[in-house]
């Protein structure tokens, strides 16, 4: 079908490897082939020569990618879904992906810092970032905000993260970093952050007081958790009317 705008194959039982022919869908711009059982190692290459692919989910597969040369520089994706992948580093087709809105590679094996070159990728289009689920310790780059300017959604939870809290770009309305080893106080930065919905940094090691402008953040938060921390002093002493604050959890601290 010279005309297939959109092909869902997901969670099936069909046997790899995935066929060349793939390529012969010249309108295709949205694949879906996540948990279908494939057993070969994973050519890349195909899915770069189906010229209007935007759209590419292989998600749950736990494929080892084939190493060879990806000719990416000229494919430009929108979305790449590449969770429960057996990645074991970040794939190096991602330096030429700077049209990405949505990237998503949780639940692999990536370990170690988040190289310099990885905070270009998609840095003035990401919309949705998630890395969580893995073996990080941190970023390569020191960086005062996270650099990704458009960002609504950044999942960094469950990894090995040291150091202080990293800060959220000011578009974040979901940031997640409960589950990592951060330690030290909340940088005040974190209080121009004023379009958060969801704020989750349970499960860390952070110390010191609960910055009072968390009680004066716009009627848009709706989840607040800093469980499980080693948080000190007082409770904010009031929220600003109009909050909309659905969870508030402070437990398991030192308050």
């Not at 190493?67 to 430009?76: E, L, R």
């Not at 970040?90 to 810092?113: H, M, R, V, Y």
């Amino acid at each position: 079908s010279s005309q297939l705008n959109i092909l869902r194959l997901s969670r099936n039982k069909l046997d790899g490897p995935v066929p060349r022919s793939i390529s012969n869908f010249t309108k295709l711009r949205e694949l879906y082939l996540s948990s279908i059982n494939l057993k070969d190692k994973m050519e890349l290459n195909i899915f770069f020569q189906v010229k209007e692919l935007q759209y590419l989910d292989l998600s749950g597969n736990n494929l080892l990618v084939s190493k060879g040369n990806i000719n990416s520089t000229h494919h430009k994706f929108s979305g790449l879904y590449l969770s429960s992948f057996n990645l074991r580093e970040f794939p190096d087709f991602l330096k030429a992906q700077n049209e990405l809105s949505t990237l998503d590679l949780s639940n692999n094996k990536i370990e170690g810092k988040i190289p310099k070159w990885f905070c270009n990728v998609g840095k003035g289009t990401l919309q949705s970032l998630n890395l969580s689920f893995n073996l990080l310790s941190g970023f390569e780059q020191s960086l005062k905000v996270l650099p990704w300017k458009f960002i609504d959604y950044l999942d960094l939870r469950s990894n090995m993260l040291q150091g202080s809290l990293p800060i959220p770009p000011l578009s974040t309305s979901y940031f997640f970093a409960s589950n990592n080893n951060l330690t030290g106080k909340i940088p005040q930065m974190i209080c121009k952050v004023n379009s958060l919905q969801v704020l989750d940094i349970s499960n860390n090691q952070l110390i010191g007081q609960i910055p009072q402008c968390f009680s004066h953040f716009s009627n848009s938060l709706l989840v607040l958790n800093m469980r499980n921390n080693c948080f000190q002093g007082n409770l904010p002493k009031s929220f600003m009317k109009g909050c909309s604050l659905v969870t508030l959890d402070f437990s398991h601290n030192q308050i």
